[in-house]
Structures are given as structure tokens and as C-alpha cells.
């Protein structure tokens, strides 16, 4: 089967590692890839918008399945532009990618189906002053969340009243994020532990195929400015058997089966982004695509054939699949350029990617392109070291062992990933 995949970070280097490895697998495209993924395919000069130039490309070669990799191809559309094509698409239709698309949406989409998620109010310009009032009675701290799409930044909590309302004229008056914070969601604030969910679904049915814990925050100890996320680590210690079945019973059965009940046409994955306050988990987000770098940890515990997970999306054989996982730890490390989440500077010459790691490692490109003097830095987060381990102290230990032999410089990475749970 010939395959092309979307995208050009660390998540889509993991997707392409896992694809590359399955025999269903004859020759895989990645648009436009990175200096890692052209390792596992062949990479491919198309932009992850440009619909008219990858359908060119799929008929050129035969293409016969398309894997989405990030949201805003998936936003815009491409599942539904390749409706009619005999291509398989990996994604949810232009609607259901509103989940992530819209909070708005994703919100009314919850009160319908009783899904617990915290309690919230939207606002546009035309109700500005009443969003005011309404922050000026919350309790603090308070969540604004701009609706649309909006690179991982559209989402503040201010401890104070007067932060508050300048993030929210920010926002809407003065247009932060465009048309993404045309609309602002205010929520409670739920104090808690975070964890994602990944899902695989057919619209119908559905299967986890793995959970992680994140680390967003830039400095050590869970301080300092958000991320797109720091490093990584599953499984996650807390999420037992009867978390995970309260995940399910309350949160993942009701997305499905409202997915079912509205004719919401998804075959692809759910990210759903949970917080467990005492032993109770809520949503906080969906995703339409699978998370970075929770990627990075969740495909190398993935024992089953991917692309025979993304076929029985297609035939509707999704029930019948038992997913099998590694049972050892996984923790990816992310490096990151200097100055990020902020200014930074491209075109730095990474060395030490051609060294010799433990064989419980892989190293994962986010942000990378090749130069003519080397592998260059071409982002804020550059690099998404991943390894094996019996325990999650192990797996960081791992990582962190193999970034000793990597540097560009300006080079960051948190040397705390998993503390809690070592």
C-alpha cells in the first residue's frame, strides 16, 4: 500500500517510524517531512494546506492512503476533499474536526451528551460588556480560551480580575489571534492532574491505543511560560484500571456514541484531554489528531500494525482488533532552540545525531531540515528524544544520556521530565 503522510514535526517522524515498520507498508510519502522523517519515506515538497497539489501527487503515485498528521489540514477540509477519491483518509470530516476547530462547538457538543467538563460562558464583540460582567463575578483563577485555531497560544488563565479583562479585550477587541479569537470561551478552573487519551475511531466504535502525561511549562518544576510541550512519559502511574474505566464509562462512550447519534462522520483519532480532580477525570479539550510529543511515547508502546488499525477504521472492523502494548515505561525528552517559547533563532547546526545511542532509544526530529553543511535546527522545539525503560526513572535517564552526545547551539531541555512519579 502506498501511503502519504502530512506533516513536517516530531509527531509525524514517530507516525513515519511506526508506518515504515508495518507490511502493509510498500512505499511512504511524507509532506513536507523533515530531516528525520527521510529516513522511514521519502519526503515531499507539498504544503499540508496545498489539497490540490497532494490529490496531484496521490494520483501521480498511486496513492491509496492518506494519513493526516496536524489539525489544521483536518480543520480546513481534508477529509472531505478527498471524499470521492479511492483513497483512505485518516481524520474526522470538516465537522467533527470542529471538536478541535471550535471550543465553542466542542462544548455544546459535551452539555449534549452529559460529558463532564467544566462549567463555561461564550462571548463575541456583540456581547462584550456582558463577557466583562461576567469575568468581574468569576471566581479566579479564570480560563479564556479563544474558540478557533490558534497555534497552541489561545488559551490563558489569569489569577487576577484585571488580567483577566485585558487578556479578553485583547482577544476581541483587538483581534490577538484573528478570527480564532473572534469568539472567547470563559472557564472554570479545575485544579488537578493532567493526562491525555488516545483513541482510534470508526464513528462507532472505537479503541484506546494509549494515554501520557505532557509537561508543558518551559522551566523545571512546572514553572515558567506554556509550551508545546516539554517531554513526555507513559504509561501514567495514577491512570489504574478503574481511572481508565471511569475514562471510558463517562467520557470516551459518550463521545462515541454522540459521534454515532449526530452522524458525525470520524474515522480517525480523538485526543481527549483530561484533568483528574480527586479520582473524577474531565475533559478540558479534544483534538482531532494525535498530540506532540505524546506521540513520541505512545506509538513505541503500540505494539499492533498501525496501517491495519487505519484499514479497519475504512471496513468498519475496529471491533474485532485486541490492541496489544509494550509494557515497558516510555519518556520522550524534547530540545528545544534557545529563547523558546519566545524569540529564537533557526539554521543552527545540530551534531551528534549520527552517535551511538542505547538501543532502548530513538531519536525523534520536531524541528529540523537539511542544509548543506548539516542537519539545522528550523523550529522551537527541535528534537524529541525517546527510550525504553523498566520505570519511568530509567526511561528518563535514557534520554537524558543520549542529549549528552547531541548539541546546536542555544540548545534547552528539562532535566525533570516524570518527577513526580521517580
Aim: proline share 3%; with cysteine; net charge negative.
Amino acid at each position: 500500500m502506498n501511503i502519504l503522510l502530512l506533516g513536517s514535526g516530531g509527531r509525524e517522524h514517530a507516525l513515519a517510524w511506526k508506518i515504515s515498520q508495518d507490511k502493509l507498508c510498500s512505499s511512504l510519502f511524507i509532506a513536507p517531512g523533515n530531516a528525520g522523517t527521510s529516513a522511514f519515506g521519502t519526503n515531499v515538497a507539498i504544503g499540508v494546506n496545498d489539497f490540490e497539489s497532494q490529490k496531484k501527487f496521490c494520483k501521480e503515485n498511486k496513492i491509496q492512503m492518506l494519513v493526516v498528521g496536524p489539525e489544521e489540514p483536518l480543520v480546513k477540509g481534508a477529509y472531505d476533499y478527498f471524499a470521492g477519491e479511492d483513497i483512505m483518509v485518516v481524520g474526522p470530516s470538516q465537522f467533527g474536526a470542529q471538536l478541535e476547530g471550535s471550543k465553542a462547538f466542542s462544548k455544546k457538543f459535551m452539555q449534549r451528551h452529559n460529558i463532564p467538563t467544566a462549567g463555561y460562558a461564550e462571548f463575541t464583540s456583540e456581547n462584550f460588556e456582558e463577557g466583562k460582567k461576567y469575568i468581574a463575578s468569576h471566581s479566579l483563577p479564570i480560563v479564556l480560551k479563544a474558540d478557533g485555531l490558534a497555534a497552541g497560544k489561545g488559551v490563558v488563565i489569569s489569577n487576577t480580575h484585571e488580567e483577566a479583562l485585558d487578556v479578553f479585550e485583547e482577544m476581541i477587541v483587538n483581534r490577538q489571534f484573528g478570527d480564532a479569537s473572534s469568539k472567547v470561551v470563559i472557564e472554570q478552573f479545575l485544579t488537578g492532574i493532567e493526562i491525555s487519551v488516545f483513541v482510534l475511531t470508526d464513528g462507532a466504535d472505537y479503541k484506546i491505543i494509549g494515554h501520557a502525561k505532557d509537561y508543558k511549562r518551559i522551566g523545571e518544576g512546572d514553572t515558567g511560560l506554556n509550551t508545546g510541550g516539554m517531554g513526555c512519559v507513559s504509561p501514567v502511574p495514577f491512570a489504574d484500571e478503574a481511572f481508565m474505566q471511569k475514562v471510558e464509562e463517562t467520557i470516551i462512550k459518550p463521545t462515541i456514541n454522540g459521534f454515532a447519534k449526530e452522524n458525525i462522520v470520524y474515522k480517525g483519532f480523538v485526543f481527549f484531554g483530561l484533568i483528574k480532580v480527586g479520582d473524577e477525570p474531565f475533559v478540558i479539550e479534544y483534538n482531532c489528531r494525535m498530540g506532540d510529543p505524546e506521540t513520541e511515547v505512545v506509538m513505541p508502546r503500540l505494539k499492533n500494525s498501525l496501517v491495519e488499525l487505519f484499514v479497519a477504521l475504512h471496513n468498519n472492523t475496529l471491533k474485532n482488533i485486541v490492541i496489544d502494548f509494550d509494557n515497558r515505561a516510555c519518556c520522550t525528552v524534547v530540545a528545544v532552540s534557545g529563547g523558546y517559547p519566545g524569540d529564537y533563532e533557526k539554521n543552527k547546526v545540530i551534531t551528534g545525531l549520527d552517535g551511538s545511542f542505547d538501543k532502548n532509544t530513538i531519536v525523534f526530529h520536531a524541528g529540523t531540515k537539511q542544509a548543506e553543511n548539516g542537519v539545522v535546527t528550523n523550529g522551537g522545539r527541535v528534537l524529541a528524544v525517546s527510550s525504553y525503560g523498566e520505570n519511568i526513572k530509567e526511561a528518563v535517564e535514557r534520554s537524558e544520556e543520549a542529549l549528552k552526545k547531541i548539541n546546536f547551539e542555544g540548545i534547552y531541555y528539562r532535566k525533570d521530565i516524570g518527577f513526580e512519579f521517580e
